[in-house]
Nanobody, 124 residues
Framework: QVQLLESGGGSVQAGGSLAISCVAS????????MGWFRQALGKEREGVAG????????VYADSVKGRFTISHDNTKNTVRLQMDSLKPEDTAMYYC?????????????????WGQGTQVTVSS
């Protein structure tokens, strides 16, 4: 069973940047896609960005499009989320997840393996 571990969260001023990473305990080849999700206080978990392990264009939530960039390094079994122009509304716990399905990579219900999360806090 693969384990996912997020890192890189922290506090930043509005307009700043953070990069968070997710490393898997074994090869990504067992999964079809990886995604980043977030859950803010009092809100439902939402998809932020997703990417297929077979290539193709990454997908992004409208709220982060143009500001966030997802990438993966199969050699290192790592998925990264670069977050630029951060806003207070980006404040949330961010989770890395994996799915064995070729599906909607922004739908948390389609993901079966989850990390513990890393907190991102953006101050105004």
């Amino acid at each position: 069973q693969v384990q996912l571990l997020e890192s890189g969260g922290g506090s930043v001023q509005a307009g700043g940047s953070l990069a968070i990473s997710c490393v898997a305990s074994k090869n990504w080849a067992y999964y079809a896609g990886m995604g980043w999700f977030r859950q803010a206080l009092g809100k439902e978990r939402e998809g932020v960005a997703g990417i297929s392990m077979f290539g193709g264009r990454p997908v992004y939530a409208d709220s982060v499009k143009g500001r966030f960039t997802i990438s993966h390094d199969n050699t290192k079994n790592t998925v990264r989320l670069q977050m630029d122009s951060l806003k207070p509304e980006d404040t949330a716990m961010y989770y890395c997840a994996a799915t064995g399905l070729i599906t909607d990579f922004l739908d948390p219900a389609k993901f079966s393996v989850w990390g513990q999360g890393t907190q991102v806090t953006v101050s105004s």
